[in-house]
């Protein structure tokens, strides 16, 4: 028995060398693991929004040893690289944004900002938090997720969400510890992407929602000057997208 699974074992390790399917070692956890990299005097840099100082986040990031800085971010929490930005929103903080229609606005601003862009969702009781109806919230997290192009990723709690923005900026970094431009460098959009970008600048509209929009009018002026009979013609553009816009459009600025 011994001799037939050893003979078994030396035909698949001959085959493995044999097969150029299999000649690449699989990726395994421990090629993530950056706990087995050597201490280094200073960790990777961390950019924190003047709002998140008194968090509990920034406090271990601080013991985790990153090289923390505070600045007034027009956009977004956490910087940790010039393409690359964090929104972080406890479970009630997500819910009460989306009830309260600024999540997609912030959202929306951050991937104006910033080529790649996370949400990290903190916390437990996501679906209880409000007794919202959970199909609301995947919905939203879907948007989020397709519409905008934004990675969502879960945290139980602040450690973990220090931990995990401590992981992405060492990505993002590398060995050479590049400095950080808070501000973001996207480079600037082709004439499609400016006129897409005023209309999803309407809060609960996603870039989708504007290709949409531009798609059926032809050009901003034009969805600007539709009605809302009009507007709700276009796909995902509901009686109450279509109330928001004319509301936008209409309304006296008053500063």
Do not use: W
């Amino acid at each position: 028995m011994q001799g037939n699974i050893r003979q078994l074992q030396e035909t698949l390790s001959t085959e493995e060398q044999d097969n150029p399917f299999i000649k690449e070692k699989q990726r395994s956890l421990e090629d993530f693991d950056n706990s087995a990299e050597p201490a280094d005097d200073t960790g990777p840099e961390v950019v924190a929004d003047q709002r998140e100082i008194r968090s509990t986040v920034t406090r271990n990031l601080q013991k985790a040893g990153a090289a923390l800085s505070v600045k007034t971010l027009e956009v977004g929490d956490y910087v940790v690289s010039e393409n690359v930005a964090i929104e972080r929103k406890e479970t009630v903080d997500f819910v009460n944004s989306l009830i309260e229609g600024k999540l997609f606005e912030q959202i929306s601003n951050l991937t104006r900002t910033y080529e790649k862009t996370i949400l990290i969702i903190e916390g437990e009781g996501l679906f209880n938090a409000r007794r919202i109806n959970p199909s609301s919230i995947y919905g939203a997290m879907l948007s989020i997720s397709m519409d905008f192009e934004t990675t969502i990723l879960h945290t139980r709690d602040a450690e973990e969400t220090a931990a995990l923005i401590l992981q992405i900026a060492k990505r993002q970094q590398g060995k050479d510890k590049k400095p950080i431009n808070p501000h973001g460098k996207k480079a600037a959009p082709i004439l499609s992407k400016q006129q897409e970008y005023i209309v999803s600048a309407i809060p609960r509209l996603g870039p989708q929602a504007a290709r949409n929009l531009l798609e059926h009018f032809g050009s901003v002026e034009a969805v600007m000057k539709a009605c809302e009979e009009e507007l709700r013609e276009v796909k995902l553009i509901g009686p109450k997208t279509a109330a928001r816009i004319r509301e936008v459009v209409c309304s006296e600025y008053k500063g």
